[in-house]
């Protein structure tokens, strides 16, 4: 069974770190485009943090840049998000997504992958 399973969510207060992991069973990591985003209550999904599967060119929304870490192990499948110094305005649902071969990072309707979401809370 193909899936992405994300793990590592929590509650910490403002100024905290998390470390966010994504497994991908069922096809090579190494072939993805993989992508973070999250959604806040009231809020449509947005991009956070992606990793092209050719040359590993990072792309980050601004609000995170200098905050957040993204990164990939191919060999243990698995994408993760490292997040420093947060804010209660990263409160949110996020998700791992993955695109085949995929040369484009924002576009959310391009990832045919998702997870099913872990929580993060940050406290003020």
């Known amino acids: 069974q193909v899936q992405l399973v994300e793990s590592g969510g929590g509650s910490v207060q403002a100024g905290g770190s998390l470390r966010l992991s994504c497994v991908l069973s069922?096809?090579?990591?190494?072939?993805?485009?993989l992508g973070w985003f999250r959604q806040a209550p009231g809020k449509p999904r947005e991009f956070v943090a992606a990793i092209k599967y050719r040359g590993n060119t990072i792309d980050y929304t601004n609000s995170v840049k200098d905050r957040f870490t993204i990164s990939r192990e191919n060999a243990k499948n698995t994408v993760y998000l490292e997040m420093n110094n947060l804010k209660p305005e990263d409160t949110a649902v996020y998700y791992c997504?993955?695109?085949?071969?995929?040369?484009?990072?924002?576009?959310?309707?391009?990832?045919?992958?998702w997870g099913q979401g872990t929580q993060v809370t940050v406290s003020s």
């Open positions: 997504a993955a695109d085949y071969m995929g040369d484009e990072t924002r576009t959310q309707v391009n990832y045919e992958l």
């Open positions: 069922g096809r090579r990591l190494s072939y993805y485009t």
